[in-house]
């Protein structure tokens, strides 16, 4: 699929190659699985939107532009983040009335406390901060 080739779902506001999420794939195989991580390869776009900053250096990646193009737009506008994962969350709760909970795992040092953070930080943008925010 070339830059001018998207579907009518993909965001037009950041870079694309490939499908983000596999399954939107038009065909869910092994073969369509394959030549899309081999475009994305070949396009240098393999990507986890964390990354390693000494000195406690904010990410480009995790920005107030980052938070209003995730803010309300559906999972599948834009490449997978966790401001997607925690918009989805955040608007689940708003919209049921019931408590929501996300679940952080993995080793010593892969980034849970940095994603526990970054969530809190972006309901706390989202929600207005204040007294509404416990």
Not at 45 to 59: D, E, T
Not at 90 to 112: H, P, T
Request: glycine share 10%.
């Amino acid at each position: 699929m070339g830059s001018k080739e998207r579907f009518h779902w993909q965001s037009h506001n950041v870079k694309q190659s490939g499908v983000d999420d596999m399954v939107l794939l038009p065909q869910i195989t092994e073969d369509a699985i394959a030549a899309n991580l081999r475009k994305r390869f070949m396009d240098d776009y393999i990507f986890v939107p964390w990354a390693k900053a000494g000195g406690g250096q904010q990410m480009p990646y995790f920005t107030d532009r980052e938070i209003d193009l995730y803010q309300g737009a559906a999972q599948y506008e834009n490449p997978p983040h966790i401001y997607a994962l925690t918009d989805n969350m955040y608007r689940n709760m708003l919209i049921d009335c019931e408590n929501q909970c996300v679940i952080i795992s993995g080793e010593s040092g892969a980034g849970k406390t940095v994603a526990a953070k970054y969530i809190m930080g972006y309901i706390s943008k989202v929600s207005g901060g204040g007294e509404k925010v416990q």
